[in-house]
Nanobody, 114 residues
Framework: QVQLVESGGGLVQPGGSLRLSCAAS????????MGWYRQAPGKQRELVAG???????NYADSVKGRFTISRDNAKNTVYLQMNSLKPEDTAVYYC????????WGQGTQVAVSW
């Protein structure tokens, strides 16, 4: 069973940046489309960034131009670079396949606030 471990979250002021990492226990990125999801308090989990197994990317309108998904196949790690963060980006961030085939990790908390 593939395990996914997210890290890199934290508290940041509006306009700041964070880079999230997701380490997988196996070489899955060239097989599965992968995505970063987030879940804010009281809201459903949503997909915000995706990368196909071939490397093409797509983004939710709410993060387009601010977030960038990338991966390092050798390290079995996918990243989410988040710039120009807004308070509405506050959420727990998860990675998983698209759709979420694997067991969800613990996520990493991102809080954007003064």
């Amino acid at each position: 069973q593939v395990q996914l471990v997210e890290s890199g979250g934290g508290l940041v002021q509006p306009g700041g940046s964070l880079r999230l990492s997701c380490a997988a226990s196996g070489s899955i990125f060239t097989i599965y489309d992968m995505g970063w999801y987030r879940q804010a308090p009281g809201k459903q989990r949503e997909l915000v960034a995706g990368m196909s197994s071939r490397g093409s990317t797509n983004y939710a309108d709410s993060v387009k131009g601010r977030f960038t998904i990338s991966r390092d196949n050798a390290k079995n790690t996918v990243y989410l670079q988040m710039n120009s963060l807004k308070p509405e980006d506050t959420a727990v961030y998860y990675c998983n396949a698209i759709p979420g085939y694997f067991a969800w990790g613990q996520g990493t908390q991102v809080a954007v606030s003064w």
